[in-house]
């Protein structure tokens, strides 16, 4: 026959146990409030074409979101802290960056882009924001046995010269350079780089501060000498935005208000072009898709 327990001993092992759960939900309670908020975020998405340095590039010492590197890769995660918002980097080629935009695929992208008369038609465009040399001054990088020995457009008539697909530096090569100079397009820089180490093209249109992180990695290449004449607009970036979204343009604008107000972009634009000369930094390309090439 069995015997009944007090139900005192019951009533206390109730207790006991439930002290043992409260302390243990007690001890995940910051860590779980913390995660979730963090699930909680909305999501920024931005899409870069990290083989553009020191913009934004690869640290190959990184995995995940954190090999992403650059200037405007600071830029993006102060502007997502801003909005209280997760950073997402999609990464993809630089003609996919904006088809991205315009189909919604990504909120915004920022990836050294400079005003253009066809970007302000498509997009929404930011405030400009200015990141040192880069878009100042545009060049032609060649073989550093020729190097500064072009002192005018002239010098590049007959000429092959390398520039990357829907970019400022197509659109002077195609508008300064003469018309016996052959314009070869490219998808993305690091490619275009092979081909003028190769010998594939002659020279190859960049942004200045560009070249320099180029050139820090290839001692066989040089500055031509050669700079573009660039209008006012187009000398500093400019965030892409899809068109219409107003709110979101409005929000960002405010947070590179924010960053000029500190004094950010000069130190974010040294910082970049010390991380670019690092060992492990690196232009990668990557296609349509997201897949590195």
């Not at 015997?3 to 910051?30: E, F, Q, R």
């Amino acid at each position: 026959m069995k015997t009944k327990k007090p139900i005192s001993i019951i009533l206390s092992l109730i207790l006991v146990l439930a002290c043992v759960a409260g302390l243990t939900a007690c001890g995940n309670t910051d860590a779980d409030a913390d995660n979730a908020a963090a699930d909680q975020k909305p999501v920024l998405t931005v899409a870069v074409s990290p083989d553009f340095s020191p913009m934004e590039f690869v640290d190959t010492s990184k995995t995940g979101q954190d090999q992403y590197v650059g200037f405007d890769i600071t830029l993006a995660k102060f502007i997502a802290d801003e909005l209280g918002m997760t950073l997402e980097i999609k990464p993809m080629s630089f003609d996919a960056c904006q088809a991205a935009v315009q189909s919604g695929n990504v909120e915004i992208s920022i990836s050294g882009y400079s005003y253009t008369p066809e970007r302000a038609e498509n997009f929404n465009l930011s405030d400009y924001y200015y990141a040192g040399d880069n878009e100042t001054e545009q060049t032609i990088i060649v073989l550093a046995d020729k190097a500064g020995q072009f002192d005018s457009v002239d010098d590049f008539a007959g000429l092959t010269i390398g520039a990357q697909t829907a970019s400022l530096q197509m659109i002077l090569c195609e508008s300064q350079l003469p018309e016996s100079t052959k314009i070869k397009e490219f998808g993305d820089v690091g490619t275009a780089v092979e081909a003028l180490r190769n010998g594939n093209v002659d020279g190859l249109a960049v942004a200045h501060g560009n070249g320099k992180a180029i050139i820090a990695s290839n001692e066989n290449i040089g500055f031509s000498g050669f700079l573009f004449e660039i209008a006012e607009e187009a000398e500093n970036n400019v965030i892409l935005i899809k068109k219409g979204n107003d709110e979101l343009t409005e929000k960002i604008n405010a947070c590179l208000a924010k960053a000029y107000e500190n004094g950010y972009y000069g130190q974010w634009y040294t910082e970049a072009q010390e991380l670019a000369g690092i060992d492990t930094a690196a232009d990668v390309s990557y296609d349509d898709e997201g897949n590195a090439e």
